[in-house]
C-alpha cells in the first residue's frame, strides 16, 4: 500500500511541476548548486543567485545545466526563455526593463577565471515579451554586438563549459567602445571586468551546456553531485513559508516518511516533494567522468529528488 500510495504522489507531484511556469525556490536552488558543483561560482561567477529559470533549446529539445553536445548541434543559436520567479515582475517590470543576453566559453573545469574567456554570443537591449503559462520570450530590439557563434573547442582540451546568461541591463548601462557596435566577430574579453564597467548586473538567469572535441589529452578536475538535502536546505532558507512546511509535513532534518498508511506517506511525498518534484526542469546531477559532465535526465532527477525527499535519502 505504502509503495502504490508513494508512486502515485511521485507521478502527481511531476506532472503539477511540469504544468507550471513559475521557478519555485527548489528549481532556484537546483541551477545555483548545479552551477556550484561544476566551479562555476566562484571561480568564475563570484556570486549568483537567480531570480528566474533560463530555458534553452537548441531545436526541440530543452536543455539541462551541464548537458553534453555535440557541437553540430548546437551551431545556431539557441531559443531562450525566461521562467520567473514568483516575485519577478515587481524587480522586472516588463515595460521598461532591457537585458543583455551573452555566451561565454569557461572553458574547462579548473580553468583560471581570472584571464579572458571567448565571447561567442553578445546582443544588448533584449525586451521581454510575454509568452505562454507566464514565461516570457525575449525581444532582440538591436542588433546583437556579437552574433552567436557555436561552440568549436580544440581537440583533445576537455569538456567545455559554455554558459548562456541572462543579465539585468540597467538604464545606466554604457558600452565599452570595443563591444558597441554591431557584427563585431567572436573575440575575447575578462567577463567579469566587462559586467563591472559596464555596470551590467545583476545576473538574473543562467545555464550551461558542455562540448567536447575528441577524447581529452588533459587532467580535468572533479567535479561532485548535488545533494538533494543541499536543496532542500538552500529552498527553505530562501523563504519562510518552505520552512513550516517543511516541519509541519516532513521531518526537517530529512528523516524517513511515516510508515504509519499509505495516507502518511502521500501526504509526506506531497508536502516535502512537490518542490523537490519542481526541479523536474532544472535540477539535473552532475559528476566529472573522465573529464566530461556526467548528466542525469531532468525528469528523472525531479523523481528521484521527489523520492530522496519522502524516504530520507540523497542522491
Do not use: C
Amino acid at each position: 500500500m505504502f509503495a502504490k500510495s508513494f508512486t502515485a504522489a511521485l507521478v502527481v507531484a511531476s506532472i503539477s511541476a511540469m504544468a507550471q511556469n513559475t521557478a519555485s525556490e527548489m528549481q532556484l536552488a537546483g541551477v545555483k548548486a548545479n552551477f556550484q558543483q561544476a566551479q562555476l561560482v566562484p571561480q568564475f561567477l563570484p556570486t549568483f543567485n537567480p531570480s528566474a529559470l533560463l530555458n534553452v533549446s537548441f531545436g526541440s529539445d530543452n536543455i539541462e545545466p551541464g548537458t553534453p553536445l555535440a557541437a553540430t548541434a548546437v551551431s545556431s543559436a539557441p531559443t531562450l526563455t525566461v521562467i520567473p520567479a514568483s516575485n519577478f515582475s515587481s524587480a522586472y517590470p516588463e515595460a521598461t526593463t532591457m537585458f543583455t543576453v551573452a555566451m561565454v566559453d569557461a572553458d574547462i573545469v579548473g580553468t583560471d577565471e581570472s584571464g579572458n574567456q571567448t565571447r561567442h554570443w553578445l546582443a544588448n537591449n533584449v525586451a521581454l515579451t510575454s509568452g505562454e503559462d507566464g514565461a516570457f520570450g525575449l525581444n532582440y530590439t538591436t542588433d546583437p554586438i556579437t552574433n552567436y557563434a557555436g561552440p568549436g573547442p580544440a581537440e583533445g582540451s576537455g569538456a567545455h563549459r559554455y554558459v548562456l546568461l541572462f543579465i539585468d541591463q540597467p538604464s545606466t548601462f554604457t558600452a565599452p567602445a570595443y563591444l558597441s557596435q554591431p557584427n563585431t566577430p567572436l573575440g575575447t574579453f575578462n567577463f567579469q571586468n566587462y559586467l563591472s564597467s559596464t555596470g551590467l548586473g545583476p545576473i538574473v538567469a543562467a545555464n550551461y551546456i558542455t562540448v567536447e572535441n575528441g577524447v581529452a589529452t588533459v587532467t580535468v578536475a572533479s567535479t561532485s553531485a548535488v545533494q538533494s538535502s543541499t536543496l532542500v536546505a538552500a529552498a527553505a532558507a530562501s523563504t519562510s513559508g518552505a520552512s513550516s512546511a517543511m516541519s509541519s509535513g516532513a521531518s526537517s532534518s530529512m528523516g524517513s516518511a511515516s510508515h504509519s498508511g499509505s495516507s502518511s506517506a502521500t501526504k509526506a511525498a506531497s508536502s516535502a516533494g512537490s518542490a523537490a518534484s519542481s526541479a523536474v526542469a532544472s535540477a539535473s546531477v552532475t559528476a566529472a567522468k573522465s573529464g566530461a559532465s556526467a548528466l542525469m535526465p531532468a525528469g528523472l532527477a525531479g523523481l528521484v529528488g521527489v523520492g530522496a525527499l519522502a524516504v530520507g535519502l540523497v542522491f
